[in-house]
């Protein structure tokens, strides 16, 4: 059974980083995409970073233009953990964040990549950036 669990949230201040992190078991990175998506109240959930596995090991990224510059996704295979970087917090940051994993989807530019790909999800972590 495949488990997402993302941990890290917290209370920040403006200005400040957090980063989050996206634990997964019962699947073994190698050919996934995996996203953050996040969830104000009263808003729409919406996708902020993604990242695509790619032979290489880089990995292809994408980022919502309201983080672009401020967020960092990364993967680590080794520990079979996602990142989420989060510098320069702003109030307006502040939602639930949530971890998704579509296995099967790498070496695919994760900006044209749905949210219906995403199979498995987490329960998600509070971030609340005071101003």
């Known amino acids: 059974e495949v488990q997402v669990v993302e941990s890290g949230g917290g209370l920040v201040q403006a200005g400040g980083s957090l980063r989050l992190s996206c634990e997964v078991s019962g699947f073994t990175f190698g050919d996934y995409a995996i996203a953050w998506f996040r969830q104000a109240p009263g808003e729409e959930r919406e996708e902020v970073a993604s990242?695509?596995?790619?032979?290489?090991?880089?990995?292809?990224?994408d980022y919502a233009d309201s983080v672009k510059g401020r967020f960092t996704i990364s993967s680590d295979g080794a520990k079979n953990t996602a990142y989420l970087q989060m510098d320069s917090l702003r109030p307006e940051d502040t939602a639930v964040y949530f971890c998704?994993?579509?296995?099967?989807?790498?070496?695919?530019?994760?900006?044209?990549?749905?949210?219906?790909?995403?199979?498995?999800w987490g329960q998600g972590t509070q971030v609340t950036v005071s101003s």
């Open positions: 990242f695509s596995s790619s032979e290489s090991g880089d990995g292809i990224t």
């Open positions: 998704a994993l579509a296995p099967g989807y790498g070496d695919n530019n994760p900006e044209v990549l749905p949210e219906s790909i995403y199979d498995y």
